[in-house]
């Protein structure tokens, strides 16, 4: 009964179409997902899809699990170990440490996020810098902005260091007004800042160069491809695009502040170009873990039922489906001949 009921539900979610034009084909899907199965397998020959999960959920648990409550995103509950150990769900309907599914897949192949040359935290800089600038706009004192037009925007980012460095982000303006990211008064918001922080510098190659991209030039395949070429691991070159487009997309507000997501192809019609990259490459990691029913019900439910947001679940289709071709593709590499 409850495989039928959930086989009519994955058939009504893939076969409904909306009136929005979809620049990312379906071939392309395929192609992408040959992509990433060749580079995984090439480098985890010997393991299996569902050893790799069992692996990253053991990261997620132990090294990251501990302090993400200090971050509000609205989750459901976690289940026992025992429960996770069996079904490989951390919770339901998801687990609040699930959204840093990504930052397990960095740590299964670089435990202590070395790059091989130095970096700063630009990353970090940028995200303190929008917010620090959205705030002074939502109080009267500085005029309506938008970021990702401002020529100067690079030397706006590196004269902002300073405010970032040793991975700390101050979030109080002159008259003590706050743009933390976070619970400031969680017991583990401290170690909250600090390992974002780290992320956000280990991401800071591979959001320089984004940077520096025209606007709309940017595809998904080439994205992947030069992250691998910065990060040398399919695991980390694929975790720290999530994280970039997570942080773009969530600045405060997407239309003064997001920048890097407008350098990304169009992968549909539609305005909300930063949800868009949010989604397709969160919902992508998930279907490539395994989660693709799980989150593609909840998606349908959220995003087509409850706020009727259709190229949002347009784009949760695309990469849920391709999240699936990946998963066929790792465990059969000859349907990418």
Same mark, same amino acid.
């Given at each position: 009964?409850?495989?039928?009921?959930?086989?009519?539900?994955?058939?009504?979610?893939?076969?409904v179409?909306?009136?929005?034009?979809?620049?990312?084909?379906?071939?392309?899907?395929?192609?992408?997902?040959?992509?990433?199965?060749?580079?995984?397998?090439?480098a985890?020959?010997?393991?299996?899809?569902?050893?790799?999960?069992?692996?990253?959920?053991?990261?997620?648990?132990?090294?990251?699990?501990?302090?993400?409550?200090?971050?509000p995103?609205?989750?459901?509950?976690?289940?026992?170990?025992?429960?996770?150990?069996?079904?490989?769900?951390?919770?339901?309907?998801?687990?609040?440490?699930?959204?840093?599914?990504?930052?397990?897949?960095?740590?299964?192949?670089?435990?202590?996020?070395?790059?091989?040359?130095?970096?700063?935290?630009?990353?970090?800089?940028?995200?303190?810098?929008?917010?620090?600038?959205?705030?002074?706009f939502?109080?009267?004192?500085?005029p309506?902005?938008?970021?990702?037009?401002?020529?100067?925007?690079?030397?706006?980012?590196?004269?902002?260091?300073?405010?970032?460095?040793?991975?700390t982000f101050?979030?109080?303006d002159?008259?003590?007004?706050?743009?933390?990211?976070?619970?400031?008064?969680?017991?583990?918001?401290?170690?909250f800042?600090?390992?974002?922080g +780290?992320y956000?510098?280990? &991401?800071?190659?591979?959001?320089v160069?984004? @940077?520096? $991209? #025209? /606007?709309?030039?940017?595809?998904?395949e080439?994205?992947?491809?030069?992250?691998?070429?910065?990060?040398?691991?399919?695991?980390?070159?694929?975790?720290?695009?999530p994280?970039?487009?997570?942080?773009?997309?969530?600045?405060?507000?997407?239309?003064?502040?997001?920048?890097?997501?407008?350098?990304?192809?169009?992968?549909?019609?539609?305005?909300?170009?930063?949800?868009?990259?949010?989604?397709?490459?969160g919902?992508?990691?998930?279907?490539?873990?395994g989660? +693709?029913?799980?989150?593609? &019900?909840?998606?349908?439910?959220?995003?087509? @039922?409850? $706020? #009727? /947001?259709?190229?949002?679940?347009?784009?949760?289709?695309?990469?849920?489906?391709?999240?699936?071709?990946?998963?066929?593709?790792?465990?059969?590499?000859?349907?990418?001949?």
């Amino acid at each position: 009964m409850k495989t039928s009921f959930v086989v009519a539900l994955l058939t009504i979610m893939n076969s409904v179409t909306y009136a929005v034009d979809i620049y990312f084909g379906k071939d392309r899907e395929g192609n992408f997902a040959c992509q990433l199965a060749k580079s995984f397998k090439e480098a985890y020959p010997e393991k299996s899809l569902r050893r790799l999960k069992r692996e990253t959920l053991s990261i997620l648990r132990r090294d990251i699990k501990p302090y993400v409550n200090a971050h509000p995103i609205p989750a459901g509950f976690s289940l026992p170990k025992i429960v996770e150990a069996v079904t490989l769900i951390p919770g339901f309907p998801a687990s609040r440490s699930e959204y840093w599914i990504q930052n397990a897949f960095i740590l299964h192949a670089n435990p202590n996020l070395e790059l091989p040359f130095p970096t700063e935290n630009y990353f970090g800089s940028f995200i303190h810098l929008a917010r620090k600038r959205h705030l002074s706009f939502e109080k009267g004192t500085d005029p309506k902005f938008n970021l990702r037009k401002e020529k100067d925007l690079l030397e706006q980012i590196e004269n902002n260091l300073p405010n970032v460095a040793n991975y700390t982000f101050p979030h109080l303006d002159e008259n003590g007004n706050s743009f933390a990211i976070g619970k400031v008064d969680h017991p583990m918001y401290d170690e909250f800042v600090y390992e974002s922080g +780290r992320y956000n510098e280990f &991401a800071s190659p591979l959001f320089v160069w984004l @940077l520096q $991209q #025209k /606007d709309f030039s940017v595809s998904p395949e080439a994205l992947y491809k030069k992250s691998l070429e910065i990060y040398g691991n399919p695991l980390v070159a694929f975790g720290v695009i999530p994280w970039i487009f997570s942080g773009d997309a969530l600045t405060v507000d997407r239309g003064t502040s997001s920048v890097v997501s407008y350098k990304m192809e169009r992968l549909l019609e539609g305005g909300d170009i930063p949800g868009f990259q949010y989604h397709f490459w969160g919902y992508l990691i998930q279907s490539m873990m395994g989660n +693709r029913f799980r989150v593609g &019900a909840l998606a349908y439910i959220y995003e087509k @039922l409850y $706020q #009727k /947001d259709y190229p949002d679940w347009e784009v949760d289709k695309i990469a849920l489906r391709t999240g699936k071709k990946f998963r066929r593709a790792f465990r059969d590499l000859e349907r990418c001949q």
